[in-house]
């Protein structure tokens, strides 16, 4: 069995609560689509989170991003980023 350093454990139990929507605190909404995730995640990747999310403490928090600026798609990968360390590039 390999080694797993205590990081990659953190960022791997995350990503399971994530994608069942344990525990996730806050939605991210870019036009109809809705995606959950952990505040304190997205406060600790990005200093723009942290600063956005003015509902922080209150329960299903509500972060809503202009679907002009950023797409669904790629906001699914960054998130993929953000809770796994991996980032693909589509051509």
């Known amino acids: 069995m390999p080694h797993i350093t205590h990081s990659e454990f953190l960022l791997e139990q995350l990503k399971r609560q994530r994608e069942r929507s344990f525990l996730c605190d806050c939605t991210v909404t870019i036009g109809q689509s809705q995606y959950h995730a952990h505040h304190n995640v997205l406060a600790a990747f990005s200093e723009y989170f942290s600063t956005q999310s003015i509902d922080a403490g209150k329960e299903n928090a509500t ?14 990968k960054l998130l993929t980023y953000i809770y796994t360390g991996d980032l693909s590039m589509d051509r």
Do not use: H, Q
């Open 63 to 76: 972060i809503t991003l202009d679907p002009e600026l950023v797409s669904g798609a790629v906001f699914e």
